[in-house]
C-alpha cells in the first residue's frame, strides 16, 4: 500500500487535465493507494475546491496546515489533544496585536489551531524574530510557517504537516518507502523533512527546490513537469510497478543517467 500524500493549489490544483489524470491513476489503484490531501486550506475551503475541480474524495483530509485531520467526516480527537498540549491561542493573538503589519487573512482561514496573517516579505524577518522571542519568553508551544512571501501561520509546535504524516504513516502503519509526499512550497517543507519520499513539482517555488536540492536527493525527485503531471511522473518513478506497459496510456519515465532526469510522463485518452 502507498500512502500518497499531496498538497493541493498549484500542485494536485492547477492543470485540469493533470488532475483528470491524477484520478484516473488513482482510481485504477483500488486499496492499493491511500489518499491524503494536505492543505493550508480550511476544510471548508479545501471541500469548495474539491467541488470546484471534480477532486477524489480522500481517505484524509490533513487541512489548516496539517492541524486538523478528518476521517469520513470526523476530527481526529486524538491528534487535536496533542496539539493542545503547550498552545494558548488566545496568548498568541494578543502578541501578535502589537505589530500592524499582521493581516489577518479570512475569518474562514483562522482555526482552532492556526492564527494566518498576510506579511510582506520586507517585514517578515524582523517581526518573525520578535514573534519567536515573544512566545519562548511567554513559554508558548508555538512555531512559524513563512510561505510564498506572503502567508505567515502560527501553529501549534506539534501542529504542521509534516507532523501529520508521520502520525498518519504511525495510524496506518506505513512504511517510509510506501510513503510519499507531494507539494510545491515552503507551506509543504515539513513533509518533505520527514522520512517520506518526496515529489516536488516542476512548477514548485524556489523556496522548496533550493531547500531540496541541498537534501538527501534519493528520497527527493525534482519533477519536470509541472502539477498534477509532475505527481505522476515521480510516482513512475518510484514505483514503476504500479504503472502499465509502454503501450499503455500511461507510460512510465525512462532512466537516463543520474537520479533526477527523466523523459515526459504522458497520459492520453
Known amino acids: 500500500m502507498i500512502l500518497l500524500v499531496t498538497d493541493l493549489d498549484h500542485t494536485l490544483v492547477g492543470d485540469d487535465q493533470a488532475t483528470a489524470a491524477f484520478n484516473s491513476w488513482v482510481k485504477s489503484q483500488g486499496e492499493q493507494v491511500k489518499l491524503v490531501y494536505a492543505t493550508g486550506r480550511s476544510l471548508t475551503s479545501a471541500q469548495g475546491l474539491q467541488r470546484e475541480k471534480t477532486l477524489l474524495e480522500p ?3 490533513a487541512v489548516s496546515v496539517g492541524t486538523e485531520i478528518y476521517h469520513q ?5 486524538t491528534w487535536a489533544a496533542q496539539l493542545d498540549q503547550g498552545w494558548d491561542r488566545a496568548r498568541v493573538v494578543q502578541i501578535t496585536t502589537q505589530f500592524p503589519q499582521l493581516k489577518l487573512q479570512l475569518a474562514t482561514e483562522q482555526r482552532p489551531w492556526k492564527v494566518s496573517f498576510t506579511l510582506v516579505p520586507g517585514d517578515a524577518d524582523w517581526i518573525m524574530g520578535e514573534l519567536t522571542a515573544q512566545f519562548q519568553s511567554s513559554r508558548l508551544a508555538a512555531q512559524l ?8 501561520d502560527i501553529l501549534p509546535k506539534q501542529g504542521h504537516k509534516g507532523h501529520a504524516v508521520t502520525y498518519l504513516q504511525n495510524l496506518r502503519q506505513v ?3 510506501q510513503t510519499v509526499v507531494c507539494g510545491d512550497s515552503g507551506n509543504d517543507l515539513s513533509m518533505f523533512q520527514t522520512s517520506a519520499r518526496g515529489i516536488v513539482v516542476g512548477n514548485a517555488q ?10 538527501d536527493q534519493h ?5 519536470k513537469q509541472s502539477h498534477a503531471w509532475g505527481i505522476l511522473e515521480g510516482l513512475a518513478y518510484f514505483y514503476p510497478s504500479h504503472f502499465p506497459p509502454q503501450n499503455s496510456p ?5 532512466q537516463v543517467g543520474g537520479l533526477n532526469r527523466s523523459s515526459l510522463y504522458r497520459f492520453s485518452n
Do not use: C, N
Open 145 to 152: 510557517i513563512y510561505s510564498s512571501d506572503r502567508d505567515l
Open 73 to 77: 467526516g470526523e476530527l481526529d480527537l
Open 175 to 177: 512504511p517510509a518507502e
Open 59 to 61: 481517505d484524509y483530509w
Open 206 to 215: 524556489l523556496e522548496l527546490r533550493q531547500w531540496v536540492q541541498t537534501a
Open 219 to 223: 528520497r527527493h525527485y525534482l519533477a
Open 250 to 254: 500511461f507510460q512510465a519515465p525512462k
